[in-house]
Structure formats: C-alpha cells, structure tokens
C-alpha cells in the first residue's frame, strides 16, 4: 500500500453511498476520488471489460473503477464478503480484469466487521497514519450517522413523491436537503441538519386527498439502491402516484448486525416472516425478499415489485417461492429482470399494467364497465359463450 | 364522412405494435364499425398515417363523428401525439379491457404479439394477475415469421398445414436457436413439413405456458388472441396443451385496439371534447430525429417530434428538462 499522503481512493456507486464515504473519508484524511455518475458510458466501459456471464451490479462497478482510475484515482476500496453468491467474487475478479487493462493501483479488498474486527481495522489503519481503534470507532459512528440521515431523507422523498402537486418537486427538494445533510459536520450539527432537511422535505407541496398506492420494493440489493441500474424505478411509480418503501438500505446493508434502522424491521424478525416459504440462508438477500414481501403484505400494502439482476441466483429462488406467498397473503407481485438494456419502454409497460391491476383490486376503478349490450343481429347473446369467428360482438 | 359532423357517436383505438399497426372504430355500443390490420415495418408515423387512410376508406359510407381516441402498445406515446389521443394506455390492460367485452366472464387471456407474449389473468372481469415475456423470441410470432420464411409457406398457410397433421414432430420449444436445428433435423431426416409445423406450434405453446404461466391458475372461459391467433394449429395446440376449450375472437388480431378505444369510450367525453387532430393528419409531414444532451453524464438520447417543420413533441431524458407535449412543456403532474 501506498503511504497514507498519496492515496487518492475510490469505490463504485451505490445509491448515496458515496455521501457517507464523502464524510468518512474527509475524517480519515484520505483523498477520495468519486467516480463520474453512472451512465451509458459507464455501462458500456464495464460491458466491453467484464465476463459475459456476469450479473449487471459487475459490469456498472467495473465501469466506475475504469473511469475513476481515469480520473486519478490511484487504490480502490471494494467491499468482499462470502456466502453462496458471486458476490463474494467480484472484488478478486475485477482487481484481476483491471491489472491485466494494465492498471497500476492498490486494491484494498473490506471484508466485513464480523469477519474479524482486527482485520477489519487494519484496513482502516492503512489509509490513516496513527488511527487508534478508539479513534476509527468514533468516527464509524458519526459517519454512520450522518449516513442514517441521508437514507431517511430518501425514504421520506420516497413516501412523499406521491403526493406531490408539481411534477419533480420532490427531488428538487431532495437535492437541497442533501446539500443541507452533507455541511454537517459535528454530531449535534448532524442532529440538526436532520430534523432541518427532513422538514425540507415534508413542505413539499402535497395533495394529501389524493388516492395514493402502497407498493414495497423488494429484491437484489444493489439494484434496489443503484438508481441507474433499475432506470430510476422509484421515480418512475413515484411520479404515478405509488407511496413507495423499501426493504434494503445502504446503511442497514453495511451495519454490522443488520438491525435494519432505516427499514424498520431487524433481520431476524424478515427471517422470521421468511420462515413458512423458505426457512434458511439461499445467499443474496433471498430469504429477505420472501420476509420483507410477508412483512409488506401484512401491513396492507397494495402490491409488491421484486427487482433482480439477470442470473441473480439468491433472487431466482425467491422468485420462485413469492407465488405461493402472493396465494397465502393475497398480495399482486411484479417481478422485473435487469440486465444491460438501455430501453425502459418494456419496464414502464409492466409497471404501468401493474398499478391499473392494483387500482382494479382496490375497486376504485373497475378494469371495464361493459356498455349496453346491443339489441342487434350482431349481438353476442344469440351465440352464447361462443365465440368464434362467426361473432362480431 | 367527416370528425366534426354530428354523425353516429364513433371511438378510435389504434394499436401500434414492434410488427403490427391496428386501427378500429367502434360505436358507442363497443361494436366493430371498421378494422385494420397492417404491418408497421419500422415506421410507426407511416404506418398510423396509412392506417388511418385506410380506414377512412373502410367507412367511407357512414357519417361518424369520433368522441374518443385512445392509443396502445409500444409506439402509444408517439401515436398519442399524432393523433391527439385521449387515453394512452399500456397493452395489458388494453388487451384485458377487449377480452371482458368479448367474452364478459372471461378468466384468463392468452396474447401472443410479434415481438412478445402476454398472459393475462381475469377474475369477476378485474385483472388479477399477468406475465409477460419479451426476452425469448421462441415465445412470439416473429419466430413463427422466421420459419414461415425458411420454409417458404406463407405465414397465413401456417395453420392449414398444422391441421392437416395428425402427429406433430417433436421440436424443442426452449429456445428458437434449438427449435430451428430441431426442425432442419426433422425436416432432413423426411418428416413432413405438416408435422414440424404442427410440432412448432406445440413448441411454441409449451414455451409460453412454461414461460408465464408459472403457478398461475389457468381457467375457462379462455380467450387467445394476438396476430398469431389467426394461426388454427396455435390454438388446437393450446387445447390440447392445457386441455381445454379455447376462444379465438372474430377480432382477434386487432384487441389491442379495441382496448383502447373502449377506455377512449369509457372517458364519457362530450361532443368536441376530445383531443382528436382530425383525419387530416395522414396528410402533415412529421419528422423524427434525435439527439444526445451533454447537459450531464447521463448522456440521454432525447427523441424530437415536429410536424411541419414545428416541435410538435420531445421525450426521452431522464431528468425532464427536455421533456415537451403538445408544444408545451409539462409543469404540473398529470391527475392520476
């Protein structure tokens, strides 16, 4: 590893990770090089420079490390882990695919805290002269802080995007207050910035009268969180007037014990929900798709949409299970395949069907209200249910 | 015969499909007044323009006046722009709107399209349920289209030879690479070309069904529509499939635009209400071009619509700013 004065840093896009990072990193002292916003450009780098086989969340990380690197970056911090899924794989592979692009740079591969806290630190230690464990524990917690709060305002955006009486005023709103979060600095300044940015948020023009949809949002994690990977999804229901929520959130995903702040609901009870369909651990966040979709059922949402890479193993398997719970809980569930397309015509489609499907069982409109049948030669009632080509109505 | 005049109340629906353009008029009873069926052949604009010429010739003899217009499949937006659409709705619910009019206690909706394939669930005449594939081409009519082509045999013959063969070859249905080898393998070693095109139809219906149908409860009465309704070998091949009676509508070909115009008709509007640009539009020049904004890394492909030289419409971005209907930029949310 390069001495800790010369690291220039990046990791890939995921959501608003990046704002949690921008704030850790500025308190470890460590350069921290963002790479460009994901876009075409980014999929493409990472399509031309990734095993066809891969999942999408692959190709968009190989992607932003290319054009990061192109920017200056000089170590790359990627996040590890294990468990039946390819996951695990991802940081040794693109580290390869990149030293072979001819690439010089320091990997630093994060393995999660619970694999070893010594290892965990030591990470930390190397991109920080003289970082005590006391020291690098303290700012964790205010980073993570100040992390929480960027994810409840997007959870707020999420739920207020449906009422709101001008089109994009939500995400205007959302980008200040991001702006608001990101100036603090202290733990009572994150405090405040919170409670200040939220109500941001909330005085948002909104027509409360409005018959809104709930619809939660389950699945793969990355594509739940990355944007650009599920073509601004959340926007898109948003803007139909669909309330959204949704199961997995950048700083539940990287706690330690998964408590689940943001969602709401701790592992062990999504596990517990989880339990009659699928009683144990398939990798990915399968098992949490079975128990978020229960949980979502169960507080009377109107439907669920299950988002998944192409290939996604955990997900396909969850895939596979949600009809029986869709039977036993009677709730619609949508389930959507990502892959490198670039046309969102076929998402928007399903998504729109989906929402006239939720409106129809709520009964607030009725898919059709058969017109008078017609008193004529050509009427349906002579034939009966037949038919065929003989009939014109 | 003029869209002003106070002539029989009428509704336009217009189905603007990746293989088919479909156009009907029906009366304020849901009845049929005229339908068209043609090809888009990649030019969407063309094909409505020449659609809707087509049908002002098909109804030529009766004074209609149009109360409603509504637009569906994949080319919905741009067609709604064309032609001043009143609703512009998704095809699943279109199709399933056509279906429960047909067949009133229709329970489940079998579509197969050119370029994808729906299944459609109805209880009580509510949607309940749908799939829909637009990955596997070994699952829709451009398949069917392909080999119609190798093999020669018009693709409205298709069914007629399906029906003459009393064992269908066993063709691999998972995947069109596999049926095609399946079928040349077949075809070499002397089976006859009823068979594998009977045996291709079975293919096809057991790759729908494995493909959407998946837990889904699947009951009578069952309607089967689509283009590739017309084709008689589907639909024996579906009932033998699933073992049940199945109903092709007279109409089959052209839901998708029945649909639309009954939610077009559903809308009540009054005389004059509605946004119908008149038939006069087969006669304009529109132009389609795009664009790429370097407005941010997005890089968004933006689409622009004129007519007569003038911005009539432009979408595609993702954060809005070029977004432009009727000349005019959207400010407030449409009501939901």
């Not at chain 1, 390819?86 to 030293?99: K, P, S």
Request: aromatic share 8%; charged share 25%.
């Amino acid at each position: 590893m390069r001495p800790p004065d010369q690291i220039k840093i990046t990791t890939p896009h995921m959501g608003n990770l990046h704002l949690l990072l921008d704030d850790l990193f500025g308190r470890l002292g460590v350069e921290y090089i963002k790479p460009p916003r994901s876009s075409t450009k980014t999929l493409q780098l990472g399509i031309k420079h990734s095993p066809e086989f891969a999942c999408l969340p692959l190709k968009i990380n190989m992607g932003n490390f290319i054009q990061a690197l192109d920017k200056g970056a000089n170590t790359i911090a990627m996040a590890g882990g294990h468990g039946p899924c390819r996951f695990g794989y991802y940081g040794i592979v693109e580290e390869r695919i990149l030293r072979d692009l001819g690439y010089e740079f320091d990997f630093l591969m994060l393995e999660p805290f619970s694999d070893g806290a010594w290892a965990f630190y030591k990470s930390f230690a190397s991109l920080s002269a003289g970082l005590s464990i006391r020291r690098l524990w303290k700012i964790l917690q205010v980073s993570f802080a100040k992390g929480r709060a960027f994810d409840r305002l997007r959870k707020r955006a999420l739920m207020v995007r449906a009422y709101e009486a001008n089109h994009g005023d939500t995400g205007r709103a959302l980008k200040e207050a991001e702006k608001i979060m990101a100036g603090a600095g202290t733990a009572p300044e994150i405090e405040a910035a919170a409670a200040a940015s939220l109500r941001l948020i909330d005085s948002v023009d909104q027509d409360r009268e409005r018959d809104v949809l709930k619809v939660g949002i389950v699945g793969e994690f990355y594509l739940l969180l990355e944007p650009f990977s599920n073509f601004d999804l959340e926007e898109i229901l948003g803007n139909m007037g669909v309330y959204l929520e949704r199961c997995v959130w950048v700083t539940d995903w990287i706690a330690p014990r998964r408590d689940n702040k943001i969602f709401g609901y701790p592992k062990q009870m999504i596990e517990e929900k989880a339990a009659p369909f699928l009683s144990h651990n398939v990798g990915g966040e399968g098992r949490e798709t079975i128990g978020s979709t229960v949980l979502f059922a169960e507080r009377g949402f109107d439907g669920v949409v299950q988002l998944l890479p192409f290939g996604c193993m955990p997900e396909n398997i969850a895939t596979s299970i949600l009809p029986k719970v869709q039977q036993k809980h009677d709730i619609p569930v949508l389930t959507l395949t990502f892959d490198e397309q670039t046309g969102r015509a076929g998402m928007v489609t399903r998504l729109e069907a989906f929402v006239d499907l939720l409106r129809a069982r709520r009964g607030g409109r009725r898919i059709i209200a058969a017109p008078e049948p017609a008193p004529d030669r050509n009427s349906c009632a002579a034939c009966e249910r037949k038919h065929v080509s003989s009939c014109r109505f | 015969m003029a869209s002003t005049s106070s002539g029989t109340t009428a509704y336009l629906g217009i189905d603007v499909g990746s293989v088919s353009t479909n156009l009907v008029i029906l009366d304020e009873h849901a009845r049929v007044l005229g339908a068209i069926y043609r090809r888009t052949q990649g030019q969407p604009i063309k094909a409505v323009q020449e659609g809707l010429r087509e049908l002002t010739a098909v109804i030529a003899d009766q004074d209609v006046e149009i109360r409603g217009v509504g637009t569906t499949g994949s080319a919905r937006h741009l067609t709604g722009v064309i032609v001043g659409a009143d609703t512009v709705k998704n095809e699943i619910t279109a199709h399933a709107v056509a279906a429960s009019q047909v067949v009133p206690d229709v329970n489940t909706v079998l579509e197969i399209g050119g370029q994808d394939s729906k299944l459609i669930i109805l209880r009580d005449g509510v949607v309940t349920d749908f799939a829909m594939n637009s990955v596997c081409a070994a699952g829709t009519g451009s398949f069917l289209d392909h080999q119609s082509t190798r093999l020669g045999i018009p693709i409205e013959e298709f069914g007629d030879y399906a029906l003459r063969s009393d064992s269908p070859a066993h063709i691999a249905g998972r995947c069109s690479v596999f049926a095609e080898s399946d079928m040349i393998h077949k075809q070499q070693v002397g089976a006859r070309v009823e068979d594998i095109i009977y045996g291709l139809c079975h293919a096809l219906a057991r790759n729908y069904l494995n493909n959407l149908s998946k837990s889904k409860e699947l009951l009578e009465p069952m309607v089967f529509q689509g283009g590739v309704a017309a084709n008689a070998g589907m639909k024996r091949a579906f009932e033998t499939e699933l073992g049940v009676e199945v109903v092709v509508p007279a109409y089959h070909h052209v839901m998708g635009a029945i649909g639309s115009a009954i939610l077009a008709l559903e809308l009540e509007l009054a005389a004059g209400e509605t946004n119908f640009k008149g038939f006069e539009v087969t006669g304009l020049n529109y132009e389609t071009s795009t664009f790429v904004c370097d407005g941010c890394s997005n890089t968004c492909e933006v689409v622009r619509i004129k007519v007569e030289g003038k911005t009539l419409a432009r979408w595609g971005g993702r954060c809005g700013k070029w977004e432009l209907q009727d000349g005019a930029a959207r400010k407030t949310r449409a009501k939901v």
